[in-house]
């Protein structure tokens, strides 16, 4: 039993998914395995979302399917797929602004593993410091420490990020993504990483991904698709060469 070393951790095959009947993502299929990081990569409304939506089983495919593990969810609601290791962090962070570090985290943090609560603040120290201040009064930056913190403390194997760079200082995306990279290598953790900053993306992703209307457009090893970077900047971002 168990997954074998081969079995992706996520596997999209042909999915197409929508809202009412508009079909927005149209048979893609990828993969994301444990140890890696996989980007996701594309305009606004590419698609980005809704696709890691449905990994997550906040969506229903229309076609196609998503396997976590080996096992089929198209048929499973949120809470299904996230005991089976599936952490989303919500392109809007997801916390409970009114609480506090310490009590979003635990809102996050199974019983059996407080321990992990600890372990967190090892990966984002400055978060310690900052146990009893409310969510709301974080900066930008550290309610996305926050964020990945209450994912990592879910215990899930599977990490879903959506925008880990909304809203934040290029410099504080150049600190949070290594973590991203780290959790992977470390910890074996499989994450999907979408973004709009193709350089950021590229330096901490082993496999990328690029929508361009709700289809892969271009998908290869980070090193192959960096290759092309300018070339995916302007045709899929809309973004000239030289631009930020
Ligand atoms: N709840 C919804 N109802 C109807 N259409 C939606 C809904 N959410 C998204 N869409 C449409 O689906 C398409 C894909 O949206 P999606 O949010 O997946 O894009 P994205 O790649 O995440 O974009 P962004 O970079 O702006 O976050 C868009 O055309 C969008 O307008
Ligand atoms: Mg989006």
Redesign the pocket.
């Known amino acids: 039993m168990g997954a074998s070393v081969a079995t992706p951790a996520v596997l999209v095959e042909d999915l197409t998914v929508g809202?009412?009947g508009?079909t927005?993502v149209h048979g893609i299929s990828m993969r994301a395995d444990f140890g890696t990081v996989t980007a996701l990569l594309?305009a606004?409304?590419?698609?980005?979302?809704?696709t890691l939506m449905t990994i997550a089983g906040g969506l229903r495919p229309t076609g196609g399917r998503v396997e976590i593990m080996g096992q089929p969810v198209n048929r499973l609601a949120c809470h299904q797929v996230v005991r089976m290791g599936v952490s989303l962090v919500p392109?809007g962070r997801g916390l409970v602004y009114s609480m506090t570090v310490s009590e979003n985290l635990r809102l996050h943090t199974k019983r059996r593993a407080r321990r992990q609560a600890d372990e967190v603040f090892e990966l984002f120290p400055s978060l310690r410091d900052l146990r009893s201040r409310r969510a709301g009064l974080l900066s930008g930056g550290e309610q996305q420490m926050l964020a990945l913190a209450c994912a990592i403390s879910a215990g899930g194997r599977i990490l879903l990020i959506d925008?880990l760079s909304h809203g934040l200082a290029p410099v504080i995306v150049e600190t949070l993504l290594p973590t991203v990279r780290a959790l992977a290598r470390d910890r074996g953790i499989a994450v999907i990483l979408v973004e709009?900053h193709v350089d950021a993306a590229l330096r901490v992703a082993d496999f990328v991904y690029v929508?361009n209307r709700g289809r892969v457009a271009m998908s290869g090893s980070a090193d192959e698709v960096g290759g092309q970077a300018s070339d995916i900047e302007a045709s899929y971002l809309g973004i000239s060469a030289g631009d930020e």
């Open positions: 809202y009412q508009l927005v594309g606004n409304g590419a698609g980005k979302t809704t392109e925008e709009q929508l």
